[in-house]
């Protein structure tokens, strides 16, 4: 069972004392479905093993370079729900690659040099009781660049509900390099 203090009522279900003090019902297998599955240090509740994100309006940028790179969504690997699980305390995480396409040139017009695989890691972290934070940045031949950054407040510490993020990176500001500016993400509870 996942928490300890329960009582068994049943052969079918158990019912349970929570670490905050409040009852919780499991079933037969001792898995509690009236929680979300993992305890935060910040967490009233307990919070899901498994987010998913999908991005909305999210627009590419091309980082200049003596080589210019711009990734390329074409498969809409950013339109489908990407799974971010749980790794620590009240952080989730996920992988995903996406192909950057290589120019002769700087500004992401001249002749295709390569198409090759990027990856794009996205982080989602529960900073307190209600705010959040979701990062995504990915490799590029120069090193590590962002992709979406946002801090939202005034979330419930409850896990059921989506959780909507607008992306802080608005767009090019030198010297920064970034993969991708704008638009919105939403993490939902898989």
Not at 18 to 35: D, L, M, P, Q, Y
Not at 90 to 119: H, K, M, Y
Not at 160 to 173: A, K, P, Q, R
Request: aromatic share 10%; glycine share 10%.
């Amino acid at each position: 069972m996942a928490v300890a203090g329960k009582i068994v009522l049943t052969d079918s279900g158990k019912r349970g004392l929570r670490t905050t003090g409040k009852t919780a019902v499991f079933n037969s297998n001792g898995e509690c479905i009236e929680c979300c599955g993992v305890v935060c240090e910040y967490c009233e509740s307990l919070a899901p093993k498994v987010y998913e994100v999908v991005f909305s309006d999210l627009l590419f940028w091309c980082l200049p370079g003596e080589w210019s790179e711009k990734l390329v969504d074409n498969e809409g690997i950013f339109d489908a729900p990407i799974t971010l699980t749980h790794s620590e305390y009240c952080v989730w995480l996920g992988e995903v690659e996406i192909p950057a396409v290589v120019f002769n040139n700087r500004t992401c017009d001249g002749v295709v040099q390569s198409s090759t695989p990027r990856t794009i890691s996205l982080h989602l972290e529960k900073l307190s009781d209600t705010s959040w934070l979701l990062s995504v940045y990915g490799s590029s031949f120069s090193g590590s660049r962002g992709l979406f950054l946002s801090t939202i407040t005034g979330q419930p510490a409850s896990c059921h509900g989506d959780l909507v993020f607008t992306n802080e990176i608005l767009g090019y500001v030198p010297p920064d390099l970034i993969y991708a500016y704008g638009g919105t993400a939403t993490v939902s509870e898989a």
